[in-house]
């Protein structure tokens, strides 16, 4: 940045953020943040605390050396140069005081060798004094830029001994001194020159940041080899996968071969059958037609023979007589068994497929560095050189055998080959086995499992799952104050045509974004009038208005889809209408506001016309609420002072919390923003731990992405995250000025 521009913005980094005046005796905290003294003596004297005190920008404590006495934090020489050159920027349109007669004049000089302003009557006399002969003073009218240059290059002076400048650094104190100080106050103490002690800690502070320059480089060639080695990981789980489909593929042909060989013998049975049922149909046809032709010829015969006719020998009668006292037809069709062939299906067959694995689980893994638990045809587990496999059916004094009394346990070494094992199987008499074995290839090894069931038992080895993958698709926006540029991105919300709408907290604005990252438009500007800003956080849409919480302004403010001021409600306090830093916004189930308000441990409802409804929990179920979202019939609350989140009942009684300070899974180092994905899965940007944790709404740990970095995927303070229509999950990445998008 030019001088130019900085002294154009000059103002912005000489206000306090807490009293929003200039700067007075600027203190710099640990965290490098820099407060005026008197406003940290007051934040001192609220706390009831002598020896801490807790940031205001960063909520960090810290504690005051000195028995708690504020002076003694270093003071910020950088912020007093530029209070120095503050009158200089400020000439044409106010006077400047002289430092001899104290008069304000707008015609001024400044002595750089002096370092203290001239009005134009003293101006003379300093120029006739014989020791400010050498002395350089300049018109403030005729400042260029490298004049400004020679203001911020002045010596440092002593805050105890005025005009003394900085020329010893005790090394007993570790502070740094003028000469009046060395005499008074440091007098036998062991002391070099500023210069020489300045060298020595740049050589020091050079030599760390090379030294975290090599371990950065280290790290991204670690993470570089971790990238191949995922993309191999992939390529062979894609190989696996084919060879899987291949055999399953190969064992269906194999069974609907023999499927079609079943038809074809069931199609050649039922041919058979129905043969055997045509040809006995046609023969009781035959039957039928001359039973008829008999049935006829006697009616005719009754009907037109006399006695003596019907009398006389008749071949015809002799044959029906004949039939008629023989044996009735002996065949029973009701009885007869026309089905005569079925299928049983191999039930052996049918429990095996059922209960065994398809195939065996073969892990390659180093010696001394497995992690892994695999399944045999039965049961197996990748132990520290070798994969145990256990093949069985039942069990055998301290053996275990199949059904040929053989001994069904091998050790396998990595490629698959058996050991030269002898494996001994010890019965823990509560269904487990502890097997134990050696074997020239791997040494003595032990492992604990569950031979019939279906489980792994007392494993000393962990298990392995395939996390669930979030990979980072676009990235936008860099460090800047144009618009479309950020400067400490912290709220994100998206509406229902997926713009995204982010509060750039330093450039005191709001940006709206396409999903694409196109920049849309930028509304507001630093101030405390409406429309304006201080440091806006937390932000949501509903009903096509933007609604912020402007957290240093106490206010949240209401504005129309095109950034257009509409309304406000709240101002500093401690009542139910006020804020002290309003941060996380939501809209719950009716439409009403939630809001986090940080300084005050309260979580409230309000209309949308600034209407206190109610606050969600009891006094003191909060320590620093930073985000409140309702889903379903809950509210989930992020505690930023606890380390935790809390969820709560649809009338605000508590349930349940989770999460504890820690850098684990399902830990939390400042817990920020919540938003629930299309899962139905909470999500929690872990700020301080650079990452977002996923969790069941029950709080069971699901998974997590990101980690600390600059690179895609990677995070610098994740703040707050908000879900797009598609699904795809959009990050404020704080301290790398960025938005990002991941899938």
């Not at 005081?97 to 060798?113: I, P, V």
């Not at 991204?220 to 894609?238: D, F, G, I, S, W």
């Not at 070798?386 to 059916?393: M, P, Q």
């Not at 209408?577 to 300084?599: E, K, R, T, Y």
Request: aromatic share 8%; charged share 25%; proline share 3%.
């Amino acid at each position: 940045m030019d001088v130019k521009t900085f002294l154009d913005n000059i103002y912005e980094h000489l206000c306090c953020p807490v009293c929003f005046n200039r700067f007075t005796n600027p203190k710099q905290l640990p965290c490098l943040h820099s407060f005026c003294l008197h406003c940290l003596q007051r934040i001192q004297a609220t706390s009831g605390i002598q020896d801490t005190i807790l940031c205001p920008e960063c909520r960090r404590n810290f504690t005051i050396p000195g028995n708690g006495d504020l002076n003694t934090l270093p003071t910020n020489f950088r912020l007093n140069s530029l209070l120095d050159a503050l009158p200089v920027t400020e000439c044409k349109t106010s006077r400047v005081k002289c430092g001899n007669c104290d008069k304000r004049r707008q015609e001024s000089a400044y002595c750089f060798s002096c370092c203290s302003f001239w009005c134009e009557d003293c101006l003379p006399l300093h120029n006739r004094i014989k020791t400010f002969k050498e002395h350089h003073a300049l018109a403030l009218k005729d400042f260029g830029n490298e004049d400004f240059k020679n203001i911020f290059k002045q010596p440092t002076f002593c805050v105890k001994h005025e005009k003394k400048e900085l020329e010893l650094f005790c090394q007993v104190c570790k502070t740094t001194i003028c000469n009046s100080c060395a005499l008074v106050d440091h007098e036998g103490h062991a002391k070099v020159t500023l210069e020489d002690a300045a060298k020595e800690q740049r050589l020091r502070l050079n030599r760390a940041i090379e030294s975290k320059k090599r371990k950065v480089q280290k790290k991204v060639t670690r993470t570089a080899k971790l990238a191949e080695n995922c993309t191999q990981v992939q390529e062979h789980a894609e190989r696996v996968k084919s060879k899987v489909m291949q055999f399953t593929d190969n064992l269906i042909a194999a069974i609907q071969a023999k499927r079609n060989k079943i038809f074809d013998e069931v199609e050649k049975k039922a041919k058979q059958a129905l043969k055997r049922l045509g040809d006995k149909s046609q023969e009781i046809g035959e039957e039928m037609k001359r039973d008829q032709t008999a049935i006829e010829k006697c009616d005719k015969m009754l009907k037109r023979s006399t006695n003596a006719q019907i009398m006389q020998p008749n071949e015809f009668l002799e044959q029906l007589f004949r039939e008629e006292s023989e044996q009735e037809d002996t065949v029973d069709l009701n009885g007869e068994s026309v089905i005569d062939f079925d299928f049983e299906k191999n039930e052996e067959l049918y429990n095996y497929v059922h209960a065994e694995q398809l195939g065996f689980w073969k892990r390659k893994t180093k010696p001394n560095k497995s992690t892994a638990e695999g399944k045999g045809i039965s049961e197996g587990t990748v132990g520290l050189l070798a994969e145990i496999v256990v093949i069985t059916r039942n069990i055998m004094g301290e053996q275990v055998y199949d059904r040929n009394n053989r001994v069904t346990m091998e050790i396998r070494n990595h490629d698959g080959q058996v050991c030269s094992a002898k494996p001994q199987i010890h019965d823990n008499k509560d269904g487990s086995y502890k097997i134990s074995y050696f074997a020239k290839e791997t040494g003595t090894c032990q492992a604990s499992v569950k031979v019939n069931g279906r489980h792994l038992r007392g494993s000393p080895f962990k298990t392995e799952f395939k996390p669930r993958l979030f990979k980072p698709v676009l990235s936008f926006g860099k460090q800047g104050s144009a618009p479309g540029m950020f400067e400490l991105p912290w709220g994100i919300a998206v509406n229902d045509k997926d713009e995204i709408a982010v509060a750039d907290s330093d450039n005191h604005c709001i940006h709206i974004f396409r999903s694409d990252g196109t920049h849309l438009k930028s509304f507001g500007r630093r101030g405390s009038q409406q429309g304006q800003f201080s440091c806006p956080r937390g932000i949501t849409f509903y009903n096509n208005n933007i609604i912020v919480s402007d957290t240093f302004n106490h206010r949240i403010q209401i504005f129309d889809d095109q950034g257009h001021y509409l309304d406000q409600f709240g101002e500093k306090g401690n009542l139910i209408h006020q804020f002290d830093w309003p941060s996380g916004l939501s809209i719950d189930s009716d439409g009403n506001i939630i809001v986090a308000d940080v300084n005050n441990s309260s979580t409230t409802i309000f209309t949308l016309d600034g209407q206190f409804l109610r606050r969600i929990g009891e006094e003191g179920s909060f320590i620093s609420p930073v985000h409140c979202i309702q889903h379903d019939n809950y509210f989930i609350v992020s505690d930023i002072g606890d380390h935790c989140i809390k969820v709560f009942d649809k009338q605000g009684k508590f349930l349940y919390k989770f999460g504890m300070k820690g850098t684990e899974d399902g830990e939390f180092n400042t817990p920020y923003f919540l938003s629930v994905d299309k899962a139905g899965h909470l999500l929690v940007c872990d700020s301080s731990n650079h990452r977002v944790q996923v969790f069941k709404l029950t709080g069971e740990f699901i998974t997590k992405f990101g980690v600390y970095g600059e690179g895609k995927g990677k995070f610098g303070l994740p703040v707050s995250t908000a879900v797009l229509s598609t699904g795809r999950i959009i990050v404020s990445d704080f301290c790398n000025d960025r938005v990002q998008v991941l899938e």
